[in-house]
């Protein structure tokens, strides 16, 4: 089995990076230190946000242990995550009003990509890899 690395996506027009993190050492690799803890809030999923010297954003979606979930469970966190990111890239590019097709499409393609990071991550172990 395959070891699962986190993969760094980015948004159209580069404004925000995001990733998902199964566990700390996921967490550490994607930040780049230990400094972070991971899932430090009562919550089954979170958006923990930095921002780089450039102004980027790096969120990254943390999603422990999802043994006693469903699938479409799963899913629904990772998109309510998803929503999350499209507000942070929707502030970084001074959208007060972006079209309904223009929010869409974005929350979709950042819930399909971590969806796809999810499944990638599962195949590999969760959060174990």
């Known amino acids: 089995m395959a070891k699962y690395r986190p993969h760094i996506y980015q948004t159209p027009f580069d404004h925000v990076l995001y990733a998902l993190a199964r566990n700390q050492k996921q967490l550490n690799q994607i930040t780049g230190n230990n400094q972070e803890k991971f899932l430090?809030?009562?919550a089954d999923a979170c958006v923990t946000y930095f921002e780089n010297e450039s102004n980027k954003a790096l969120c990254i979606v943390q999603l422990p242990d999802v043994a006693n979930k469903t699938i479409v469970q799963i899913h629904g966190l990772l998109l309510h995550e998803a929503v999350h990111i499209w507000q942070?890239?929707?502030?970084?590019?001074?959208?007060d009003s972006p079209s309904i097709e223009f929010e869409a499409y974005s929350i979709q393609r950042i819930a399909l990509d971590l969806f796809e990071a999810f499944h990638d991550s599962d195949r590999a172990g969760g959060v174990d890899a």
């Not at 942070?88 to 959208?95: A, G, I, S, T, V």
């Open 40 to 42: 430090d809030v009562q």
């Open 88 to 95: 942070k890239l929707k502030n970084k590019m001074y959208e």
